[in-house]
């Protein structure tokens, strides 16, 4: 079997290079041939993903946070490529391995995909993008792509806690309405978010009763604005439990949603920034994404 492994330099705790090789050696010691290639830019990483697609290795092992698995999803869908897929978890926070219930040892997660079976689980669609646990708006979504790699790499989630900490001052609505063919809900909305996930950056839980990755369906979450200090803490306590009364933070299950808006506004897709527009459609790709689990 031939496993190429890529590795996220700037993801975790400043040790990419120390779990890449115990990463390696799982698969060699399995008897597998394994070549790594460790990564600091998002074009060295294209670069090797480009090489993994002509090369069409047995596996493709993804060793960073949820962005470089995502990375890895959108490289692979402008090539129109797909490769076996496995994940090890080096990130600082990794909600969607979390959700998956990976690991946190990169040892355990290398050995874990080396004895392990492909499962099919959804992808989400964000115009022309895919996604692969979250897409979101509004307050607390420019903490994730605005943390410094090197601050996160240091301080972890907290790094993404003192970055939400700065947006307080600047937060305002957008005012929206959601069409999912099922509902019509109009407002002033403080956050958005269309989920595949337990949890988004500490920030957002969600049901784990409720919430199945390859059930066809995505999370529909929208907060209200506040009407006063009162109601943002109410509505953050919410978001934190995963447990939602009133009508100040909406939930649903959607298919799809259109999300149309008197103006362009940024979102996040799995962390990263990306520009918006006055509207949006978000849609489930039924377990289009295949990972060795």
């Known amino acids: 079997m031939e496993v190429w492994i890529m590795v996220n330099n700037r993801a975790g705790r400043q040790h990419a290079r120390e779990n890449g090789e115990q990463v390696r050696r799982v698969f060699a010691l399995g008897g597998a041939r394994a070549r790594v290639a460790y990564t600091d830019t998002v074009e060295e990483g294209a670069a090797f993903l480009q090489q993994a697609v002509e090369a069409q290795p047995d596996l493709l092992v993804c060793c960073g946070g949820d962005g470089t ?17 496995g994940y090890v978890p080096m990130g600082t926070t990794n909600d969607f391995a979390a959700s998956l219930g990976l690991p946190k040892e990169p040892a355990k997660a290398a050995e874990q995909i080396l004895h392990g079976q492909p499962r099919l689980l959804d992808l989400g669609r964000f115009g022309e ?105 109410q509505a953050a306590a919410m978001l934190g439990r995963g447990k939602y009364d009133g009508d100040l933070v909406l939930q649903r299950t959607v298919r799809r949603a259109v999300l149309t808006c008197g103006e362009e506004f940024p979102w996040s897709l799995d962390g990263e920034y990306v520009p918006g527009a006055a509207q949006i459609e978000i849609e489930t790709l039924p377990q289009a994404l295949e990972l060795v689990l």
């Open 129 to 233: 993008r895919e996604f692969l646990y979250v897409a979101s708006f509004g307050a607390f979504t420019q903490s994730s792509y605005k943390a410094a790699p090197q601050v996160k790499a240091v301080l972890g989630h907290l790094a993404y806690v003192l970055e939400s900490a700065k947006e307080l001052p600047f937060l305002r609505a957008c005012s929206l309405q959601v069409d999912t063919g099922d509902a019509l809900y109009e407002g002033e909305y403080l956050f958005g978010a269309v989920s595949n996930t337990l949890s988004v950056g500490g920030i957002l839980k969600l049901d784990p009763q409720a919430v199945h990755l390859d059930d066809g369906l995505l999370e529909l979450t929208l907060v209200r604005m506040p009407k006063n200090p009162v109601e943002l803490g």
């Open 69 to 85: 698995l995502s990375q890895a999803l959108n490289v692979l869908q402008q090539l129109d490529a797909k490769l076996p897929l």
